[in-house]
């Protein structure tokens, strides 16, 4: 019996990427597929903070609630099996890292992202992320508006 698909989808909370979770849960829904979503807070964010000094672990609390409630909602709401990772780091190779960790069979983010304090910039990422994983990068455009 051939397992699941396995897909990641990284999030940064952008509306690009929620339109990508919600593309997951969809797909997940019509193929069976797990879903793992991904956030990764940034090491440089962490340091911007600590300088500007913004509470980190409160932001990381904030993140890690806003992961498992707000962003993984389309994935509960499709009724598709699905975890969350939290990670901080370098979002590049956080994404393929935790995509070979998981052994996933495409990693999936929103075409534009958006950056911040904190934010994990996927937006500028997909360049990088194709370079360094030999598993497919689906790239799926935010919504028509």
Do not use: Y
Not at 4 to 10: S, T
Not at 81 to 101: E, W, Y
């Amino acid at each position: 019996m051939n397992s699941p698909l396995r897909i990641l989808v990284a999030t940064d909370g952008s509306e690009a990427a929620q339109h990508a979770v919600e593309w997951c849960a969809e797909l997940g829904r019509t193929t069976g597929a797990e879903i793992v979503l991904m956030h990764t807070v940034s090491k440089v964010g962490e340091w911007l903070m600590s300088v500007a000094q913004i509470d980190f672990v409160k932001v990381e609390a904030e993140r890690k609630d806003l992961l498992e409630r707000v962003w993984a909602e389309p994935l509960r709401r499709a009724e598709v099996l699905h975890r969350t990772k939290f990670v901080t780091g370098d979002p590049v190779q956080s994404i393929i890292a935790t995509a070979d960790a998981e052994d996933a069979d495409m990693i999936v983010i929103g075409k534009v992202g958006h950056s911040g304090v904190g934010g994990s910039f996927l937006g500028g990422s997909a360049a990088r992320i194709s370079q360094h994983t030999n598993r497919p990068l689906v790239l799926v455009p935010g919504p028509k508006g």
